[in-house]
């Protein structure tokens, strides 16, 4: 917040310098670099501020930390169904120890 504060204080000062110099031309290199240079601070300004004003850091974070939990739960049931093909398998094996034994 404090970079968009101090942005915004400066935008005046950039606008009162280029309308203090008469011979800003915009056909120049000069003038298109800076021309560039001012949109582009514009822009990452009205970027900041939409950002802050929709919260939408705060909704990515939340977004990557559900990621992060819904990640260990499904590596968590991934291995419970592991040990349950396992547990079945081995139940398998004794179903056929018995039915041959009574056979």
Request: net charge positive.
């Amino acid at each position: 917040m404090k970079k968009i504060l101090m942005l915004l204080t400066l935008l005046p000062l950039l606008a009162n310098a280029q309308v203090a110099n008469d011979g800003f031309n915009f056909g120049s290199l000069t003038g298109v670099l800076v021309g560039i240079g001012v949109v582009l601070l514009i822009f990452l300004v009205l970027r900041q501020l939409v950002l802050w004003c929709w919260k939408i850091d705060k909704i990515v974070a939340y977004q990557e930390r559900n990621i992060i939990t819904l990640q260990s739960v499904y590596n968590t049931q991934k291995e419970i169904l592991k040990q349950a093909k396992e547990q079945t398998e081995l139940l398998r094996k004794i179903r056929d120890k018995i039915e041959v034994k009574t056979d």
